[in-house]
């Protein structure tokens, strides 16, 4: 936590040290905060003293007292969510974040999953192999010739995309993009992937009818699936 | 339709999937927090009322990239409204509220909002202990978490050196933390913190918006 901690302090630690209540702060320029974070997640008693200043800095924000405003803050609202769904391919949603109680995580139980496949199966076999309902689609993951899974998108309140994803090998987490014929992509969540195994839920900001695709990219941004939709 | 009280992650993940009531739904959570540290950190409620809504949609636009293993949406989201504040304070009258946090006591029950914020009851534990940390870092403290200032303008303003100031800041933090530590400690215990955190250093203004340009 301090100089008694860490013994005999190296260069790079007493560099992060005088920098590091600035860090818990969040008034680094980006430069620092990489240059120190890159010290601290290899450094343990960097890291620990890190944790305290940072979580004493939260505390410090959290005090303070609430207010009501003048007048109730306006909700932010896409200007056009069909034309501008480009915010959501900003950045990573977060890892395991489906794992810390998001509401779309009961969208997908294997009921669901199964029930939406067979559906989907059904449309497939009588449309041979072409979708013709768009408010059901259904279409299997592959990478070179190699399938991995399947997607299942069902409209109801929101268009819900289900992911059954097997045999990715080698994969610890990917977000999941679903594009439209025009091109505009956006990424809709991150899930972990177990043994090349996961079951996953999201939601698409646009109608089945628009999708092209569901595309599956690993953090380190490979492509790991790609799912065509036809409707 | 919400029907269930999801965590404030979880509303973050749907707000970054665009979902519109999830989006209500944290505003109408956060907007008076927001708002109360806005109004601390500006001291006048129409400029605090346009920081709070910048901050909102400062929210919106980075949802996506909230990563809760680095800390928790409310130190999220509460770092980014302090940030929107300060820099509608930077924007706006700079010079004038660089002034008035000339006049920061902690005891004072002055106009500066600061003082006004950390008078406040609620804040009765933070400020108990803030009052027994030594006051260059006491000062020095409230000037970087609330006021945003960096290490070197705390320096330039208290008139003292570059790694006095720095030191001032660690061990105020450090000193706060220990002060703070015990039964009814407001922090959470060691075993209940993230193996690795550090989420407010990566909401500052730099990084943050790195992140949103996509880099």
């Given amino acids: 936590m301090n100089a008694d901690m860490h013994g005999t302090r190296s260069p790079e630690c007493q560099a992060v040290a005088s920098i590091s209540a600035e860090l818990a702060l969040g008034l680094l320029d980006a430069t620092e905060h990489e240059s120190a974070l890159r010290h601290i997640h290899a450094c343990d008693a960097c890291a620990q003293e890190m944790r305290a200043l940072e979580h004493t800095a939260v505390a410090l924000l959290e005090a303070v007292p609430a207010a009501t405003p003048p007048a109730p803050l306006r909700v932010p609202r896409a200007p056009q969510e069909q034309a501008h769904p480009g915010r959501m391919r900003r950045g990573f949603p977060r890892r395991g974040s489906l794992r810390r109680g998001s509401l779309r995580r009961g969208l997908l139980t294997p009921a669901f999953a199964v029930t939406a496949a067979a559906l989907a199966a059904i449309i497939i076999l009588a449309g041979g192999g072409q979708l013709s309902a768009p408010s059901r689609a259904s ?6 010739g ?3 899974g399947q997607v299942s998108l069902t409209t109801g309140q929101r268009v819900a995309v289900a992911i059954s994803l097997r045999n990715a090998k080698g994969v610890r987490s990917v977000r999941c993009i679903v594009w439209q014929h025009s091109g505009r992509g956006a990424v809709i969540g991150s899930f972990a992937v177990s043994g090349g195994r996961a079951s996953w839920s999201g939601q698409s900001p646009w109608p089945i009818s628009t999708l092209r695709s569901v595309e599956l990219v690993s953090t380190a941004g490979h492509k790991v699936a790609v799912a065509r939709i036809h409707t | 339709m919400l029907t269930t009280a999801p965590t404030d992650e979880a509303l973050l993940e749907l707000v970054a999937a665009g979902d519109q009531e999830a989006t209500s739904v944290l505003v109408r959570r956060y907007e008076r927090r927001v708002y109360g540290l806005a109004l601390a950190v500006l001291g ?3 400029r ?20 809760p293993s680095r800390g928790s949406a409310a130190g999220w989201i509460l770092t980014i409204a302090r940030n929107a504040a300060i820099d509608e304070r930077r924007r706006t009258t700079g010079a004038q509220q660089a002034v008035a946090l000339d006049g920061l006591e902690l005891s004072s029950q002055g106009p500066d909002p600061l003082d006004q914020a950390i008078t406040n009851e609620s804040l009765a534990a933070i400020r108990s202990k803030l009052a027994g940390l030594p006051e260059g870092q006491r000062r020095a403290l409230v ?6 200032l960096t290490a070197a303008e705390i320096a330039e303003r208290e008139q003292v050196p570059l790694g006095t100031a720095k030191t001032r800041l660690r061990s105020g933090l450090l000193n706060l933390r220990s002060a703070l530590d015990g039964p009814n400690s407001p922090l959470p215990p060691a075993s209940h913190q993230p193996a690795v955190a550090f989420g407010l250093a990566g909401a500052t203004h730099a990084y943050a918006a790195r992140i949103e340009e996509g880099a």
């Fill in chain 2, 44 to 46: 006048d409620p129409h």
């Fill in chain 2, 143 to 148: 000037l970087a978490a609330w006021g945003g």
């Fill in chain 2, 48 to 67: 605090a009322q346009e920081a709070a809504q910048e901050a909102i949609e400062r929210v919106y636009r980075r949802a996506a990239s909230f990563e």
């Fill in chain 1, 139 to 144: 279409a299997q993951l592959t990478l070179a």
């Fill in chain 1, 146 to 148: 190699r399938t991995l």
